[in-house]
């Protein structure tokens, strides 16, 4: 642990300022760095910047945050026709506030000149208006990506391949790899399937139009070395990876939904690595064909399981409401059905032998670190690149398709079949790995060591 004096601390402080998307998988991970850099006790103040919609709640936080709420009025986001256009209002409506509030904590600083305060920013990759306000008034800013790193070279190459017609994909490309993408194919691209003008608005929306001063990426050096290399010869600024951030310290649970504890009394009286885990996060919506289709495959696989069914998840119904009554019986006999589940504790139970994830990072992340082998259905974005990685390098996961038979099949096989011991086995050599990489000397740890040194040499 360094000292504020070690750090020349007396003569110059530093206020940290963050601020992440109000999504779940954006603010958890800001949460648990906010957290851990707190905990060092080197800065002079820390403040989460937050959005309308699902704002922290500071009880649950240590009494050394600062909250500053951003009137962005998207509490709602119902009323907004796509992604990009949230996030554009996000951008719009947030950035004043925060402009007015550093101009505030700058101008401040100045009348009272004996002591030197140096403000970071540190914000998410759809938090652009932060790092924009930053480097208008000469603040740095490091931009923290929660989504893995494979992504950011795989989006980032669809402008090119747009001009080269060679995307949007056609069908005959789909199963032929990316030749500057090795070893994701055409179809494990993010963004396939939507309009192209969104595409190339949300690409431009969070590409830094100015490098951040660094990046900070919730991941692993070992977990994906070619993708880092990539980046790190296209942006010549310092690049941390500080992953799972869910592991560096220990944080109060950072869920916008209510946690349904029954979950680990229920799991207490299964057998060891006898059930399937089931949930797709907190964005991706299924429809009434393929939630039945779950449910089936779920009911005929015989394994006991948890579904995180949210409320809403499956369009056009307020909850479970699709399933036919005799299913629905039938599925309490074997498994539980939950609104939202404390998930990291479910992952590190004993009974949990595998995960139906959609792949989104955090739930890659979580999975990993318990050594828990995955079930691939991803959605969109960079959830298909996931999947690749955990089918393909990785070798810790198995991509599902999504009819009861073949569902029914794939949960015996990962759970009870020879293919399984494998990719537990691999899953387990990766537990290995991640915990070694948090350990005292360790890549991640060793790099939030130089992470906080490098916010202290601004
Ligand atoms: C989104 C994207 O989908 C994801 O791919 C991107 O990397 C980050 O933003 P989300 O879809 O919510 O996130 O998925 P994920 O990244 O896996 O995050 C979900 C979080 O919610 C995890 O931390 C998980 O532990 C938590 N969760 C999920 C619960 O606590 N309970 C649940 O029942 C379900």
Known sequence: ??????????????????????????????????????????????????SDLNPPDPSNHPPGFTFLPLRD???????????????????????????????????????????????????????????????????????????????????????????????PVQDSMLQEIVPELHPLRYKDLPFIGFPMNQIL???????????????????????????????????????????PLHKIIPTPSTSFLDEDTNCITWLDKQAPKSVVYVSLGSLANADEKTSTEMAWGLANSNQPFIWVVRPGSVRGFEWIEFLPEGLAVEMKVRGLIVKWAPQKEVLAHFAVGGFWSHCGWNSTLESAFEGIPMLCQPFKLDQKVTCRYLCHEWKMGVEIVVERGEIEGVIRRVLVGKEGEEMKQRALEIQEKVKVALSYGGSSYNSLKEFVEYILSQ
């Open 201 to 243: 608005e949300t690409i431009n929306m969070i590409t830094p139009k100015t490098p951040p001063s660094a990046f900070l990426w919730n991941t692993l050096e070992f977990l994906e070395p070619s993708a880092l290399t990539r980046i790190r010869e296209q942006y010549q600024v310092p690049i941390f990876t500080v992953g």
């Open 73 to 167: 009025n998207t509490s709602d986001r119902s009323g907004f026709v796509s992604g990009v256009d949230f996030v554009q209002s996000l951008n719009d409506n947030c950035r004043p506030w925060f402009k007015d509030h550093l101009v505030q904590i700058v101008n401040g600083e100045k009348e009272a000149s004996d002591q030197k305060e140096t403000i970071v920013v540190i914000h998410d990759d759809l938090m652009c208006f932060a790092g924009e306000v930053a480097g208008e008034l000469g603040l740095p800013s490091v931009i923290l990506r929660t989504s893995s790193a494979s992504f950011f070279p795989a989006a980032n190459i669809i402008p090119q391949l747009y001009q080269e017609s060679r995307f």
């Open 1 to 50: 642990q360094h000292t504020a004096a070690e750090h020349g601390g007396t003569r110059r402080r530093r206020r940290l300022v963050l601020t992440a998307s109000p999504l779940q998988g954006h603010m958890t991970p800001m949460i648990h760095l906010a957290t851990f850099l707190h905990s060092k006790s080197l800065f002079s103040a820390i403040t989460i910047a937050h």
